[in-house]
């Protein structure tokens, strides 16, 4: 029988116990930044993911001649081209477009519509309204699975940490070219790919990304590409939505994208 003594300091130490991780836990929270609220894109540059490379500096994605000049490989650079050709005669259909899949990183940081950041102390969301998109990065002291243990996911596999306001993390593991492009000029990454992203709050309250992007397929080097987020008032909301509820846009066989009246009938028109 364990005496009421003993009983009294077991349950004192658990309280105790019970307090120190409490306490230890506010604290974390509290060094976390603020990145409540509701955010857009800053760079709009029609859908272009990277917009410092862009050619012409005002070209939207998708449209005929425009094109970034990321340090791709030479069967890269051949592949793009040859794509480019493509998206110059509409054959070159977005994934997302079909409604329902999601963009991937780092496209992720590129989508129109807004974006939530949900920030704990083991763990970050990435929420986007143009979805379905929502990426955990755990940063609760975890490593990235084991090689064996890793399949192609559209986000990948992200770990990282804080420091002094900044999250630093890796991505890996993303699908690539497969089933995702980083924009409309179709322009993608191998599934070998690993990105190196750091985000943290500007003096003039943005919210900047800096990706390191490494592919040994694709690029010749790294490709660093910067991204930023504007808060919106307080009080916006984000909503969710499917785009298949009025989907007016579908894709052909041939990988043509459609444009529908109100009664279903084709209106694009060919221009000569």
């Known amino acids: 029988m364990v005496p009421l003594l003993s009983v009294s300091r077991m349950k004192s130490k658990l309280l105790v116990l019970v307090l120190i991780w409490q306490f230890g836990a506010a604290v974390v929270a509290q060094e976390l930044p603020d990145w409540s609220g509701v955010w857009q894109r800053v760079e709009g540059n029609g859908g272009i993911f990277d917009p410092a490379t862009v050619d012409p500096p005002d070209g939207r994605a998708g449209s005929p001649g425009v094109r970034q000049h990321p340090p791709l490989t030479e069967a890269w650079e051949a592949k793009y081209v040859a794509t480019l050709a493509l998206v110059a005669k509409d054959r070159v259909p977005d994934p997302i477009s079909n409604c329902g899949t999601p963009a991937g990183y ?3 940081l590129a989508l129109p519509d807004v974006y939530e950041f949900i920030v704990r102390p083991e763990t970050t969301w990435i929420i986007t309204e143009n979805g379905p998109n929502i990426m955990r990065i755990y940063t609760d002291g975890r ?7 890793l399949w192609p996911t559209f986000t990948g596999d992200s770990v990282g940490s804080w420091h002094a306001g900044v999250l630093s993390f890796t991505t890996v593991s993303m699908i690539g070219e497969e ?7 179709g322009l993608t ?5 690993t990105v190196a992203t750091r985000m943290y709050l500007t003096e003039d309250g943005l919210l900047r990304a800096e990706l390191v992007i490494e592919d040994p397929l694709a690029l010749t080097k790294p490709w660093h590409v910067k991204r930023h987020f504007r808060r919106l008032p307080a009080g916006t909301r984000a909503y969710d939505y499917a785009c298949a509820e009025n989907n007016r846009n579908p894709i052909t066989n041939a990988g043509q994208t459609l444009t529908l009246d109100t009664d279903g009938k084709v209106i694009d028109k060919v221009i000569e």
């Open 189 to 193: 990454l191998s599934n070998q790919a």
């Open 179 to 185: 089933h995702t492009i980083l924009d409309r000029s």
């Open 143 to 149: 490593d990235h699975p084991p090689a064996g243990e």
């Open 106 to 108: 780092p496209r992720l």
